[in-house]
């Protein structure tokens, strides 16, 4: 545990390169894998940790705790009874607020000023087990997911030693949740994330910076997608239709209008405002006056 902290506050800093080519979360991944070798700590990457294989190779660590962060598959009771002690999940919220897969983008899309970090017994259901400890984390008017992981990232570094000692010292109670008092993080796919530019600007908002970079907002132009990662709202709505182009910013910036205010967006790191395979010249580039579309023009939907 003590190799898992020293390996966590010596992440190398984020490569451009992998951030381009694989997105934020997989370049952290990218990041993690190289401090691990740097410092020869033992990798095993699998699909399902539950197989009798993976099982057999965590026996053989006879570990007193397992600790898990950001990871999504259930343990199974074999799983669980192997450590001496516990196994424990480092959850991004404040439960049993927001179980579930997505509690920062939760938090961003409901506006909550205070999130944070919770450690729990794991049992075999998701996020139930008795509190451990918490740890808030405060949230700014323009947070973001991607801010927000950062934030509760620093949570868990900053508490993992007092965590290790007082469990050691067998000093933390188990708190049993408050069940009645629990909220879900709703789980959202790509399918959710397309922008309906005659909601509320706000709304808007709020979603792009809860979504990305799990599964970034989209809108189409000329039936090319393309993904926004951040948004600043802007002058009210100069009487334009919604989602017509009112300005352009080199390749990657374009304001849109929406149903009472206008948007800039600032499209996903690596692409930009052109069809595939076009230049800055021809008909595939993003222009004022164009309309980027919820959908593609074939599957609009009937006014």
């Not at 395979?277 to 959908?295: E, I, N, P, Q």
Request: net charge negative.
């Amino acid at each position: 545990m003590l190799l898992a902290h020293r390996l966590i506050g010596n992440v190398p800093k984020g490569s451009t390169l992998a951030q381009g080519l694989f997105g934020p979360v997989a370049a952290e991944r990218v990041r993690l894998t190289k401090a691990a070798v740097r410092r020869s700590v033992a990798l095993r990457d699998c699909a399902d940790i539950n197989t009798p294989e993976d099982l057999d190779a965590i026996r053989g660590l006879s570990p007193d705790l397992i600790l898990t962060v950001g990871w999504a598959s259930k343990f199974s009771p074999e799983l669980l009874d192997i450590p001496t002690r516990a196994c424990v999940n480092i959850h991004p919220s404040l439960l049993p607020r927001y179980r579930g897969r997505y509690p920062i983008s939760a938090a961003i899309y409901n506006s909550v000023r205070e999130s944070g970090i919770t450690y729990h017994l794991m049992n075999e259901e998701y996020d139930q087990g008795a509190i451990l400890l918490k740890q808030s984390v405060w949230l700014h008017d323009r947070e973001t997911s991607l801010s927000l992981l950062g934030k509760s990232g620093r949570a868990i570094v900053d508490s993992l030693d007092s965590f290790l000692d007082a469990f050691d010292a067998d000093e933390l109670e188990p708190e049993p949740q408050e069940h009645r008092a629990a909220s879900y993080a709703p789980r959202f796919t790509a399918d959710d994330a397309w922008i309906d530019w005659r909601t509320p600007t706000d709304r808007i908002d709020r979603k792009i910076r809860a979504y990305y970079p799990w599964h970034p907002c989209y809108a189409f132009h000329q039936n090319q997608r393309i993904e926004f990662s951040e948004c600043a709202i802007d002058a009210e709505n100069p009487e334009s239709f919604p989602g017509e182009v009112l300005a352009v910013r080199g390749k990657s910036a374009v304001q849109v209008a929406t149903s009472d205010a206008t948007l800039w967006l600032r499209t996903v790191p690596g692409t930009g405002l052109f069809r595939n395979g076009s230049s800055r010249s021809d008909a595939g580039r993003v222009k004022v006056g164009d309309v980027l579309t919820s959908h593609p023009l074939s599957l609009q939907p009937s006014p």
